[in-house]
């Protein structure tokens, strides 16, 4: 977002120069991102499937990254530090007692052994919905989302609600595309 905001105040700055008049200018975070889906998202959208996916586990905190739910779902946390490690495992995996497991007492540890805690987490996960995970997330004060897929970031009502779409010709006919992330006021963007 802020790398947005940042190139369009330029954009409004050399528009004042050149006209004498301010811009007011809309920069939303999503926006931002939905730009930097862009290649996955065209690439479901026109080439029929989406791209797979790479991985988006952190080489050193664990747990953190996308796990999957007992109902398919995958859902994204991180714990950064003991105090989460600690309501974690009491709220979230209901095993209090584990945050004091030699294996896990420190994130250090954890790293060491990240196969056996994520198969810990996986075997508590497989018996809970993505939104009761979620919900034990929540009240444990840990960061985390829900993972979408290309085809629901493409789908999310936000998209609409915030007019980012424009129809553009091409040369095999007219594509949907993405608007960019700066929306100045009274400025439609050449797409």
């Not at 294996?103 to 018996?127: C, G, K, P, Q, W």
Request: aromatic residues 10%; proline residues 6%.
């Amino acid at each position: 977002g802020g790398m947005y905001a940042y190139s369009g105040i330029l954009t409004a700055l050399l528009h004042r120069q050149r006209t004498g008049l301010g811009s007011a200018l809309d920069v939303s975070l999503f926006d931002a991102l939905g730009e930097w889906m862009g290649y996955p998202a065209y690439y479901a959208m026109y080439g029929g499937v989406a791209p797979p996916r790479t991985g988006a586990s952190h080489a050193t905190i664990v747990p953190y990254g996308p796990f999957q739910a007992g109902d398919g779902k995958t859902v994204y946390f991180g714990v950064q530090n003991d105090r989460e490690w600690r309501r974690f495992c009491a709220i979230v995996l209901e095993r209090p007692a584990l945050a004091d497991d030699v294996r896990f007492m420190s994130n250090a540890l954890r790293v060491t052994h990240r196969d056996e805690l994520h198969a810990i987490i996986d075997e508590v996960f497989a018996a809970l919905s993505a939104d009761k995970i979620l919900e034990r997330l929540e009240a444990a004060d840990i960061a985390n989302g829900h993972m979408n897929t290309v085809q629901q970031f493409l789908d999310h009502p936000q998209l609409s609600a915030r007019n980012r779409w424009r129809d553009i010709e091409s040369p095999v006919g007219t594509l949907r595309a993405l608007v960019p992330p700066v929306t100045i006021a009274g400025v439609e963007p050449v797409m």
